[in-house]
């Protein structure tokens, strides 16, 4: 992957179109919030752009999703935001695996998958590393498009809470608001208010807890059963992973969610110096230093030994 400067990028914006913008599979709040954000500031050029994520959206990101009209066109210039490998491509966006033009991330792993590509590992979410690209661009950001980038921010920093928020979040932050941002919506949306079959579904997960080399690991984990007895949606789903993290004495947490034909998604979230990223890898996944994802296939009890054992083995620090 060839890196490349704001300048370029906004060269290859403005000289292509017909673009698709592509999100990794579950999508959090940064990489549907990048997506909408980057689609409505092209089609302001006067582009046709549209995303595309392999999974439903989640009706909690309708803030953005719904305000974006779908266009149909046959894409011609590929984009990927907050992707940091294809291997987290699903459905329909993996047909333009190795298609990729360009990858504008902030994983410090980010495997170079894309033509050219622009990385910024110490921007706190993608969303801030688009909102300075923008800037540097003098295109204006919209209502829609501060919404968008605010969603992204804000859920990526666990609502400016987390270590990976710096000086410059906070910065961006408030720039968005000046732009129009509904912080205080989208704040209360995402912190503030669970359904009840998210509750439902928490207390559910909670009866599978585990633990491991004495209490440092936790575990939990939803099915496809719990799901359907809870009635919980994918949008309940977000800020689950973050559950285990909050018990004290635990460094490592782990959250399981059973997809179709075996597979098993993984969140992990970690501290005290232990690398969630090192700990997915070792299943081709990737991410953060405190924050990671991976896919495993097999049955449940094979999937949360794996996941397990790799952990405690990151925890004393061999090899995964």
């Given at each position: 992957m060839e890196a490349i400067s704001f300048e370029q990028i906004a060269k290859l914006l403005r000289e292509n179109d017909n673009f698709l913008v592509l999100m990794h599979k579950s999508p959090d709040g940064d990489a549907a919030g990048c997506a909408y954000a980057m689609c409505t500031l092209l089609r302001n050029m006067g582009k046709k752009a549209q995303p595309l994520c392999g999974d439903e959206i989640p009706s909690l990101f309708s803030v953005v999703s719904e305000r974006l009209p779908v266009q149909q066109f046959e894409p011609e210039f590929i984009i990927s935001v907050?992707?940091?490998?294809?291997?987290?491509?699903?459905?329909?966006?993996?047909?333009?695996?190795?298609?990729?033009?360009?990858?504008?991330?902030?994983?410090?792993?980010?495997?170079?998958?894309?033509?050219?590509?622009?990385?910024?590992?110490?921007?706190?979410?993608?969303?801030?590393?688009?909102?300075?690209?923008?800037?540097?661009?003098?295109?204006?950001?919209?209502?829609?498009?501060?919404d968008a980038l605010f969603m992204g921010v804000s859920t990526d920093t666990g609502c400016?809470?987390?270590?990976?928020?710096?000086?410059?979040?906070?910065?961006?932050?408030?720039?968005?608001?000046?732009?129009?941002?509904?912080?205080?919506?989208?704040?209360?949306?995402f912190f503030d208010t669970k359904t009840?079959?998210?509750?439902?579904?928490?207390?559910m997960m909670l009866e599978t807890i585990d633990f491991a080399a004495d209490g440092e690991v936790a575990f939990v984990c939803v099915t496809k059963k719990m799901l359907q007895?809870?009635?919980?949606?994918?949008?309940?789903l977000d800020g689950i992973a973050g559950i285990t993290k909050q018990i004290e004495g635990v460094k490592i947490g782990i959250t399981m969610k059973e997809k179709e034909d075996g597979e098993f998604r993984?969140?992990?979230?970690?501290s005290d110096g232990v690398s969630a990223a090192d700990i997915c890898s070792s299943f081709g996944g990737g991410g953060h230093f405190a924050a990671a994802g991976c896919s495993i296939n097999g049955t449940l009890e094979e999937a949360k030994k794996a996941i397990i054992d790799a952990s405690v083995r990151t925890l004393r620090g061999e090899s995964a």
């Open positions: 907050d992707l940091a490998t294809e291997a987290l491509l699903s459905g329909k966006a993996l047909d333009y695996a190795g298609k990729i033009d360009l990858c504008i991330d902030h994983h410090g792993m980010n495997s170079g998958y894309a033509k050219y590509g622009y990385v910024d590992a110490k921007s706190a979410s993608c969303a801030e590393v688009l909102k300075h690209l923008f800037d540097s661009m003098g295109e204006e950001i919209t209502p829609l498009i501060a400016f809470k987390y270590s990976n928020v710096t000086p410059s979040t906070h910065r961006v932050a408030a720039e968005l608001m000046e732009c129009g941002a509904d912080s205080f919506g989208i704040c209360r949306r009840r079959s998210k509750l439902a579904l928490e207390k007895d809870s009635g919980a949606t994918q949008g309940d993984i969140s992990v979230r970690s």
